[in-house]
């Protein structure tokens, strides 16, 4: 199982063009071509802490842009139990593919350009 160090060591990016802000949540991934879908293109280091491995499930139930949109529950459920970031492992044809989602995106990254 991946360390919050070892995900902390890797390499992430952010499509888009809006800022971080404090407090607010921010997904970040290892693809750069996922990133890209959602505009230029940014790298970051992670400094999460306590983060939850979910099951592409988890995932799907509550941790997705659109389901938090309708639902903040699972969101909150992962403040309460202490955790930081969610994070979700994709195998794909390129290899693995990490998604994180962090609680406070702007605490959690460090720019890397």
């Known amino acids: 199982m991946t360390t919050a160090d070892q995900l902390n060591a890797k390499q992430f990016y952010r499509g888009g ?3 971080l802000v404090p ?7 290892t693809s750069v ?4 879908f959602y ?5 970051y280091r992670l400094n999460v802490k306590r983060p939850k491995f ?16 309708c639902d903040r529950s699972a969101l909150e459920r992962l403040a309460s139990e202490g955790y930081d970031a969610a994070v979700l492992t994709s ?5 693995d593919e990490l998604t994180i ?3 406070d995106g702007l605490a959690a990254s460090t ?3």
């Open 39 to 43: 505009g230029e293109v940014k790298r």
């Open 91 to 95: 195998h794909t044809f390129n290899g």
């Open 17 to 19: 063009d809006g800022p």
């Open 54 to 69: 979910v099951t592409q499930s988890e995932w799907m139930s509550g941790l997705t842009s659109t389901t938090i949109r």
């Open 111 to 113: 720019p890397n350009n």
């Open 23 to 29: 407090g607010v949540i921010a997904y970040f991934t």
């Open 33 to 36: 071509s996922m990133a890209s």
């Open 101 to 103: 989602l962090a609680l």
